[in-house]
Nanobody, 120 residues
């Protein structure tokens, strides 16, 4: 079993910054792609940003130039630095990881979510 624990959400004014962190632990052989997704009330969950274990990143158009994803492979963590936040960034943010576990199985895991609220 693998656990993803997020931290760093909260309330911020428009134009402000927040940093989200996610730590993975458990029966991990290899962390493959990690990423952040978000879900606003009444909307589907959407991709925010992903990063491969080689460091290649992919950002949603809506966050390009404002959000930066990074990871520390030694610590099994992935961070999302969010700047120039807008009210439309308000959502629950979920950490995701594709994990190859110690049995060799490739599985998807999700964190419990952390609320980000941007006030206008």
């Amino acid at each position: 079993q693998v656990q993803l624990v997020e931290s760093g959400g909260g309330l911020v004014q428009a134009g402000g910054s927040l940093r989200l962190s996610c730590a993975a632990s458990g029966s991990i052989f290899m962390l493959n792609t990690m990423g952040w997704y978000r879900q606003a009330p009444g909307k589907l969950r959407e991709l925010v940003a992903t990063i491969t274990n080689g460091g290649a990143t992919n950002n949603a158009d809506s966050v390009k130039g404002r959000f930066t994803i990074s990871r520390d492979s030694a610590k099994n963590t992935v961070d999302l630095q969010m700047s120039s936040l807008k009210p439309e960034d308000t959502a629950v943010y979920y950490c995701h990881a594709e994990v190859t576990d110690v049995r060799g199985w490739v599985l998807d895991y999700w964190g419990q979510g952390t609320q980000v609220t941007v006030s206008s």
